[in-house]
């Protein structure tokens, strides 16, 4: 177990290794969520997501064009669970 100090700000640091395990990188979130009997659960957030993030994913990863038919197929065969 690992023992954190409280700063006179309130605030306390967590080591990298807990960090890592959490699977969370400067600028991300934390969610603390208060539990009865005085104590407290941490999780990363996880967000959403937003369309500019999944916008250019694959950019330069193919040389290969797909036609917009091609497209809709791969996306009815996805929502079908054929993929």
């Known amino acids: 177990m690992a023992t954190l100090t ?3 700000k309130g605030q ?3 080591r990298k ?3 890592q395990h959490l699977g ?3 600028g991300d979130k934390i969610e603390l969520d208060k ?3 005085g104590r407290v659960s941490l999780t990363a ?3 959403a997501g937003a ?3 999944f916008i250019g994913l694959l950019a330069g ?3 290969k064009v797909a036609s917009l038919e091609e497209i809709a197929d791969a996306a009815a065969a996805g929502w079908a669970g054929e993929v």
């Open 51 to 53: 369309i500019d993030d």
């Open 45 to 47: 957030a996880r967000s």
């Open 12 to 14: 306390v640091t967590f």
């Open 6 to 8: 409280v700063t006179a």
């Open 35 to 37: 539990l009865p009997d």
């Open 24 to 26: 969370v990188r400067p």
């Open 17 to 19: 290794d807990v960090l």
């Open 61 to 63: 990863k193919s040389r």
